[in-house]
T-cell receptor, first 113, second 113 residues
Framework: DVKVTQSSRYLVKRTGEKVFLECVQD?????MFWYRQDPGLGLRLIYF???????EKGDIPEGYSVSREKKERFSLILESASTNQTSMYLC????????????FGPGTRLLVL | QKEVEQDPGPLSVPEGAIVSLNCTYS??????FMWYRQYSRKGPELLMY????GNKEDGRFTAQVDKSSKYISLFIRDSQPSDSATYLC?????????????FGTGTRLLVSP
């Protein structure tokens, strides 16, 4: 079974703090993704990576950055957290040969006060 | 207009009923169609995926794609209380390398015993 893990299930941060969300997958997948999920808006792609040190902007990259130093690990960074970044953050991975089949982690609920 | 439309529900059915969940879309370039199941406060779980038009069956689940109508469906036979969840449709196109998924906002399903 594909296993995607995220470092925290729940996080509470203050406005202006730098926030790191970590994601690890154990299936040697080339592609990794970060989404946020908000009621009524569904899942929106923030960034994705198709290889180590490679990244592509998704639909809503503003206020976020990412890092992929190792194939299995993909980090999402909120440089200066704001209240409108309160959301559920979901990491996913997919193999190169089946790029459309993404497997998700359990999610991190982030509350920014 | 959103690229993918999905009725948010909730859809309430008695145990044993046949459930029909649907999505419509506007982008004729979509070729891969996925259904995800998401339990409350968990990450989405890939249920089924199909390529282009036609039907695909897996146990109690059947996925159907009608590209001419830009309409996809997920049927659940003999529904169980454990099927109570939010169901997300997702789609991808070759011009984004198939890896960029566009999600519906999800339909909440409630199956009562």
């Amino acid at each position: 079974d594909v296993k995607v893990t995220q470092s925290s299930r729940y996080l509470v941060k203050r406005t202006g703090e730098k926030v790191f969300l970590e994601c690890v997958q154990d299936m040697d997948h080339e592609n990794m993704f970060w989404y946020r999920q908000d009621p009524g808006l569904g899942l929106r792609l923030i960034y994705f990576s198709y290889d180590v040190k490679m990244k592509e902007k998704g639909d809503i990259p503003e206020g976020y950055s990412v890092s992929r130093e190792k194939k299995e690990r993909f980090s999402l960074i909120l440089e200066s957290a704001s209240t409108n970044q309160t959301s559920m953050y979901l990491c996913a991975s997919s193999p190169f040969q089946a790029r459309e089949t993404q497997y998700f982690g359990p999610g991190t609920r982030l509350l920014v006060l | 207009q959103k690229e993918v439309e999905q009725d948010p529900g909730p859809l309430s059915v008695p145990e044993g009923a046949i459930v029909s969940l649907n999505c419509t879309y506007s982008n004729s370039a979509f070729q891969y169609f996925m259904w995800y199941r998401q339990y409350s406060r968990k990450g989405p779980e890939l249920l089924m995926y199909t390529y282009s038009s036609g039907n695909k069956e897996d146990g109690r689940f059947t996925a159907q794609v009608d590209k001419s109508s830009k309409y996809i469906s997920l049927f659940i036979r003999d529904s169980q209380p454990s099927d109570s969840a939010t169901y997300l449709c997702a789609m991808s196109a070759e011009n984004t390398g198939f890896q960029k998924l566009v999600f519906g906002t999800g339909t909440r399903l409630l199956v009562s015993p």
